[in-house]
Every structure is written in C-alpha cells, then in structure tokens.
C-alpha cells in the first residue's frame, strides 16, 4: 500500500514539473511580440513619458502599442498592448517589457479609430493590469 501511495506522489510531482517546464516561457513571448514591432515605434514607446497617478508611484499613464485586436461575438474585443515596463523600482526600463490582454467594447473601438498597430495611451496597474485610455 505504501509502495503505492509512493509512486502516486512521484507520478504527480513528475506531472507537476513537467507542466511548470511547459508553462514557462522567459519572456520569449514578449520578445516575439516587440521583434514585429518596428524601430521607430519602439523607440516612441520607450521614450514615452510617465504620468503617475500618486505619491505612491502605484498605478500611472503612457503609451502602448495595439499588438493584437480579436474581435468576440458579444460585441467586445480581446485587445493585447505591448509597453516598456515603467515601473518605479526598475532601473533598466528598455529591457523590461509589458503585454497585457484587456476587453475593450468593439463600439468603443470602431468610434476611437482603434486598429492594430496604433499607439495609444494606457493606465498601468500592477496587480490589476492594464486598460486603454480612449
């Protein structure tokens, strides 16, 4: 029965490690989203400038890219940004990047000219994500 119990336990930590493994990805992804990107639009994006919202440098503004618009059947649209990572405590900001998914009305959209590739501004929180100021 021991023996059992055994293999259960290293059977579900092996399936446990293997979907950590799989799961990760090291920033690969971020990096192929900003490798499409081209330079200009990069370099607008990392010198954007940052408006905090407090003294506390919690939550604040700039610029994102629209990397990605997948339109839904509910009238919403999956919109995926791209940033430079503003954060206060980061010191390197041009190698920390930012993607977020937000759900933005499709109405909303459409009547603000949104398509992908535009830079638009955006509200970061960390902790709660990201939404597009429009």
């Given amino acids: ?8 336990v290293v059977a579900l930590a092996a399936f446990a490690a293997i979907a ?5 990805d090291d920033g690969e992804r971020e990096e192929r989203y900003f490798a ?19 003294d506390k440098r919690s939550s604040w503004h700039q610029k994102g890219i629209v ?3 997948d339109p839904k059947s ?3 649209a999956d919109v995926r940004i791209l940033w430079y990572n503003a954060h206060p405590s ?11 998914k937000v759900s933005v009305p499709q ?4 009547s603000n000219g949104v398509k992908e590739g535009d830079i638009v501004r955006i509200a970061v929180r960390p902790g709660e994500g990201v939404s597009i100021d429009i």
Avoid: F, S, W
């Avoid at 029965?1 to 259960?8: D, H, K, P």
């Avoid at 950590?20 to 990760?24: A, E, H, P, W």
């Avoid at 990107?37 to 919202?53: F, H, N, S, V």
């Fill in 1 to 8: 029965m021991g023996y059992a119990i055994t293999m259960c």
């Fill in 20 to 24: 950590y493994v799989l799961g990760r």
């Fill in 36 to 54: 499409g990107i081209d330079a200009d639009k990069q370099d607008e994006l990392y010198r954007t400038p940052i408006i905090y919202d407090d």
């Fill in 67 to 69: 990397n990605h618009i």
């Fill in 74 to 76: 509910d009238g919403t």
């Fill in 90 to 100: 980061k010191t390197a900001r041009k190698t920390e990047t930012g993607v977020d």
């Fill in 107 to 110: 109405q909303r959209l459409a």
